[in-house]
């Protein structure tokens, strides 16, 4: 066997996740095991070393077929110096991990922040595959993003684009202060706590809805109440797909991307949100720019981070 094998790791701050991808983009073995933060980064340099060896000993492929090794990083990286600048969540600021691992690894090392890597795993292998231009949204705790550009993940001037999340599309006498520190950012009602902060607030106001009953609101109680009709929750998963319908519109005029990809624990709501999104963003977006444009969920889930950062050598 000499095909040539390339390896993801996914860096969070609870687990590293490694994965073997070939050059199609399929992911073919996996291993996880725990980051280890609080034992400093001498432990996590060598989980992510011996988790890698793992994962190639565990499989049918042998270390010399191991083309290349590309990371994700949740936190800011300087992309050419393969510097982590800060990586709240792994505990590790101006850490030249690049370096580090090519040493023990003894193979070219590759990193990316987390959401460009998840983004580019979708295009590569995943809802975009065989698309060379699309944008990536992954709403979570905060919301993510990744532009890819005729294949290739854009990093823009210092590597700070696709910072979708931090779009100014509230208006202000409605916006709230953000995590970055301005207002009115998609992230603050289109994540999941955005949407938990939305139905907290109207069960405070008093409004009529179930999710007053609710003790630990989670977005999903919000979605599984607009689902069975609850109109307060309803309007909350309205104003949150009306927000990223919004910011569609904005950046497909500016990229004209062939496919919106959407990701992340809300996506998982489904039709109730995309149905909405994709009502707001044909009623904003010139009929051109629309034409043969999709908003796709993503497909790989949790795996998007290990495939993209498999990608980094070969669509980066
Ligand atoms: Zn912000």
């Known amino acids: 066997m000499s095909e040539k094998i390339y390896i993801g790791v996914d860096l969070g701050g609870t687990a590293i996740k490694v994965g073997i991808c070939n050059e199609e983009g399929q992911l073919l073995h996996t291993y996880e095991g725990p980051t280890e933060v609080d034992k400093g980064p001498e432990t996590i340099v060598d989980n992510i070393e011996r988790y890698v060896r793992l994962v190639v000993e565990q499989s049918p492929f042998n270390w010399e077929q191991v083309a290349g090794v590309g990371a994700g990083v949740a936190g800011f990286t300087n992309v050419r110096e393969g510097i982590i600048i800060f990586a709240p969540n792994v ?5 030249h991990i690049r370096q580090i691992l090519e040493e023990r690894l003894d193979k070219p090392v590759k990193i990316d922040n987390d959401a460009n890597v998840a983004a580019l795993g979708e295009a590569w292998g995943g809802a975009g595959k065989g698309i060379e231009n699309c944008v990536c949204y992954t709403l979570g705790t905060g919301v993510g993003g990744g532009i890819i550009i005729d294949g290739k993940i854009y990093q823009g001037f210092s590597g700070l684009a ?9 208006p202000d006498l409605e916006a709230i202060q953000c995590g970055c520190g301005k207002i009115g950012c998609l992230e603050t009602v289109s994540s999941a706590t955005g949407i938990i902060r939305m139905a907290k607030d109207a069960v405070a106001r008093g409004d009529r809805t179930e999710l007053a009953l609710v ?11 607009a689902k069975v009709g609850d109109e307060v929750a309803l309007r909350i998963v309205n104003r949150a797909a ?8 904005a950046v497909a005029v500016v990229l004209n991307p062939e496919v919106f990809i959407i990701g992340g624990g809300v996506s998982k709501a489904g039709d109730i949100l995309f149905n909405e999104v994709r009502s707001v963003f044909e009623k904003l977006t010139p009929e051109p720019v629309q034409a043969g444009l999709r908003i796709e969920p993503a497909t790989l889930g949790n795996d998007a981070g290990m495939v993209g950062a498999a990608g980094l050598f070969l669509r980066s």
């Open 91 to 95: 505990g590790l600021r101006d850490f």
């Open 162 to 170: 696709g910072e979708l999340g931090h779009m100014s599309v509230v």
């Open 215 to 225: 003790e630990d609101i989670t977005a999903k109680d919000v979605f599984d109440a």
């Open 242 to 249: 009306f927000y990223l319908g919004k910011s569609l519109a």
